[in-house]
């Protein structure tokens, strides 16, 4: 675990209905669901509500880029939601590349015998999930932060 920093992260899945947010312990042992935030004028409060509850390091944001890794609408809505989230809360925002997290949540949902119709409550916090670990995961075998940064005094995203 060299290199790895210690403290409880917030994955976030942003979606333009739901948010999905999970979290990790500490020590990343383990992501976990926490919630589906309905996507209105209160999700950026409630997101700040709950990192306040955990006492978070930072916040993972899912970065919706499409197969080729080009930016798409999606990708530009999850970096203005990111950069509104870190504004409020003055807390560190990660963005990752979340490539086929929503569709890996949908699959392990289907999996455990769930149908698409029963999953749209939680899939969102499942696809926090699998991007929350995947960052922990990454940070603990590289001994580097995953993703990039936004500069903490940036007003807007470019």
Excluded: W
């Excluded at 999905?20 to 950026?44: H, K």
């Excluded at 798409?72 to 809505?77: I, P, V």
């Excluded at 590349?97 to 749209?120: I, N, W, Y």
């Amino acid at each position: 675990m060299s290199g790895f920093r210690r403290g409880v992260r917030l994955g976030v899945d942003v979606g333009r209905a739901r948010v999905g947010v999970a979290r990790c312990d500490p020590d990343g042992m383990l992501a976990v669901p926490v919630e589906t935030v309905q996507r209105n004028d209160t999700s950026i409060d409630r997101i700040a509500a709950i990192a306040e509850d955990f006492d978070v390091l930072e916040f993972v944001v899912g970065l919706p880029v499409n197969l080729q890794g080009a930016d798409t609408a999606s990708t530009t809505d999850a970096r203005e939601f990111a950069a509104a989230l870190q504004t409020q809360t003055g807390t560190p925002v990660r963005l990752v590349d979340e490539r086929l997290s929503t569709v890996t949540a949908h699959a392990a949902l289907r999996s455990s015998g769930r149908t698409q119709k029963k999953s749209r409550s939680i899939v969102d916090q499942i696809a926090a999930v699998i991007l929350l670990q995947q960052a922990i995961d990454t940070e603990k075998s590289t001994g580097n932060p995953p993703g990039a940064t936004i500069p903490l005094d940036e007003e807007s995203p470019r």
